[in-house]
């Protein structure tokens, strides 16, 4: 069985290389969070610094002559000093605190853009899927992850900074000598007493760092256990909160099964039976009491070695609460910056895994070639022998496909659940290459084509298509501001919101406001826009806006066609574009079908067969191959063939939809 990798397999030097990395890539894309941590954590160490230097001084004024005059310069000084320093912190700490406010927002953004700018193939990828939901079990379960990289450069920035403030105000610690009168207390100006109390400060703060980050370390044995319990988890919360399982959790009470999932993965019985529960009482518990045990043990040695040294003449009383209180935070911030390098080391792990998945190429080809803008749309598609399997399978999901799409044709492809329907749109839409063959534009190998122009000749209404909780002209014209930017509109190239456009239309937010309408015209949705009162700028759904309107499963499919016709692609690839609709609804979206697609070559997938009939041609797939091409009533005359199989399982409910129609046509 092969070793699981933790953060104790990886080295020093590999560990300082990926937080390196970590922190260019974050002064890349954001510097302003870490200059204003930078800030307060000077502000912050420093600070203190200033208050216990003029405390002494004035203690010392205190204990000696008590001149009123020198007291007073104190006093006012140390006031000041608060006051200035006080200022300072609150300013800066408001700017971190803004600044901060991003850094996961940020880090979401990152991972968000890799997955959907990745190859197709590798987004799909179930190792690629298994790598993102570690990466963010591990920040939702401990934190670590890149977000921790501004944690730790904060902590160790201040604890450096209260290394330096503390070393300057320790230095004449050991410049001031015990006077000969003194005795015996004269030993303390022998170097070994020196050396003595550097060593049992330096050891002290290695060994109760090293014990916190042995503590920590162990964390990571339990990381599978967590990710199951953090999965099951928000799989429960999902039950509860989700809108499309609150029939299912009502009726057949799933919220008996989640809330008890829930109290065992939370532990809210207090069984504390989980194998980190366990650790938590046991070893880890042990370490983490440890350290904090060991760095309090310090205290001894400083407090002997000064007041010792105070004894003898060295230095008056308010030298004593300076230098305990400088020695003492010298050895909290050597403590803090080592258990800060251990936390790194043990982050390097999620560091790893988050590079892994960052650093995930895209091999597919991008192409140079520029599509050609035709006002003619006279583009051609055809598939010559192509197949496919898809990554990490034997099976061919599509073979020796051979086909051309004629212009202006409406096509529809049929066939079975599995039968490489779904397959031969990804390869059209080019999300993926083929395993062997090729495909071709206008006679070129679409491979040769600059990818996002070949993608913007398309227009997909997915089956499972998305919606967004925005305004409905904007989800309408979702991808012009995309398509804009990339050059890749030929009619609304030169577009810029709120003017009016040759054609004297208003272009306002972004968008056609007048092509939109007509889009969900053509898609079926007039009456349904005039009557609501928003138009164009209705909210769908209530996720941002408690004033946005819930659409049924038919009026987004609906929206979704609209959303096709507004990005006027010169080819339209509907999956399913009526499965969410009623057999009227359907029948008026096929009769009008040539005004909707208009000049457009269209292409179908449909387990309805009663919507071929519209179409010029029927492809039929069986177990990833053609097995029938045709005009629906040619195909249905060859006899037993797949197509007729198909056709013979649905005619009953052919009948009954058509004897619906005459009743209501009657």
């Known amino acids: 069985m092969k070793k699981k990798r933790t953060a104790g397999t990886i080295s020093w030097k590999e560990a300082y290389a990926l937080n390196k990395r970590a922190l260019c890539l974050w002064l890349r894309e954001c510097p302003a969070p870490f200059l204003s941590a930078g800030l307060y954590s000077a502000i912050t160490a420093l600070g203190p610094y200033l208050t216990i230097y003029f405390s002494a001084r004035l203690l010392d004024e205190l204990a000696g002559a008590k001149g009123q005059g020198r007291m007073l310069r104190w006093v006012v000084l140390l006031l000041a000093a608060e006051a200035v320093v006080s200022l300072l912190r609150a300013l800066s700490f408001r700017w971190k605190e803004a600044q901060s406010s991003t850094i996961y927002y940020r880090g979401e953004e990152r991972l968000s853009r890799k997955i959907l700018t990745m190859d197709f193939a590798a987004a799909e990828d179930t190792d690629t899927s298994d790598l993102l939901g570690r990466i963010q079990q591990r920040e939702n379960w401990t934190g670590w992850g890149m977000g921790m990289v501004y944690v730790f450069f904060q902590s160790f920035l201040e604890e450096a900074f209260r290394m330096l403030g503390a070393g300057a105000l320790t230095v004449s610690l050991f410049c001031l000598p015990v006077p000969r009168e003194a005795g015996f207390l004269t030993f303390l100006n022998n170097p070994l007493c020196i050396l003595g109390l550097t060593v049992i400060t330096v050891g002290i703060a290695v060994l109760a760092s090293y014990l916190g980050t042995l503590a920590q370390m162990r964390l990571l044995r339990h990381d599978e256990s967590m990710k199951m319990g953090n999965r099951n988890y928000f799989f429960c919360m999902s039950l509860f909160r989700e809108e499309k399982r609150a029939l299912d959790m009502r009726i057949y009470r799933q919220d008996v099964f989640g809330t008890e999932k829930v109290r065992q993965t939370a532990d809210i019985d207090g069984g504390f039976t989980s194998s980190m529960a366990k650790d938590a009482k046991g070893k880890m518990g042990v370490l983490y009491a440890f350290s904090a045990a060991v760095s309090k043990s310090l205290m001894w040695a400083v407090y002997l070695f000064v007041c010792l040294k105070a004894l003898g003449g060295a230095f008056g009383l308010g030298s004593v609460t300076q230098y305990i209180g400088a020695i003492t935070a010298f050895s909290g911030g050597l403590s803090g910056m080592l258990r800060v390098l251990g936390a790194m080391k043990v982050n390097s792990d999620t560091l790893k895994m988050t590079f892994a998945f ?19 749309r006279k583009y051609e598609v055809e598939f010559r022998d192509v197949s496919f399997k898809y990554p990490h399978t034997d099976c061919y999901a599509l073979k020796n ?52 122009e070949y993608l913007s000749i398309f ?27 990339w050059g890749l509109l030929v009619s609304d190239r030169n577009k810029r919101p709120g003017r009016m456009e040759g054609n004297g239309r208003e272009t306002e937010g972004d968008y056609d406001r007048e092509k939109a309408a007509e889009c969900l015209e053509k898609a079926g949705l007039s009456q349904w826009l005039s009557a609501r009162p928003g138009g164009l700028d209705t909210i769908l759904y209530k996720d941002l806006d408690e004033k946005g309107v819930q ?18 692609a010169p080819f339209m690839i509907l999956d399913e574009p009526t499965a969410a609709l009623d057999p009227v609804a359907e029948y008026e979206i096929y009769t009008r079908l040539n005004e909707i697609v208009g000049d457009k070559t269209a292409v179908y997938i449909s387990h309805r067969l009663s919507s071929c009939r519209f179409c010029d041609e029927i492809i039929v797939f069986h177990e990833g191959s053609i097995v029938q091409r045709g005009s629906h009533e040619r195909l249905l005359a060859e006899g037993e063939g797949k197509y007729k199989e198909l056709w013979n399982a649905q005619a009953q409910y052919y009948v009954r939809e058509q004897k619906k129609r005459r009743q209501k046509g009657s």
Not at 363 to 374: C, D, I, N, W
Not at 433 to 443: H, V, Y
């Open 459 to 485: 227009s997909v209404v997915f089956q499972d298509f998305q919606l967004l909780a925005m305004e409905l002209g904007k989800n309408v014209a979702a991808g012009d501001r995309a398509d804009r930017r």
């Open 358 to 376: 960052l650093d995930i190429p895209n091999e597919m080809y991008q192409g140079s070639l520029t599509v050609e803008k035709r006002s003619d």
């Open 551 to 568: 659409i049924s499963g038919g009026e987004a499919q609906k929206i979704a066609i609209a959303r096709s016709l507004y990005r006027d």
């Open 401 to 452: 496909i051979s086909l051309k799409f004629r212009v202006g044709e409406r096509l529809a492809v049929v066939g079975q659940n599995g039968s490489g329907k779904t397959t031969f749109i990804k390869l059209l839409c080019r999300l993926y290459d083929p395993t062997e063959g090729e495909i071709l534009l206008n006679g070129i190998n679409i491979r040769k084509y600059n990818y996002r």
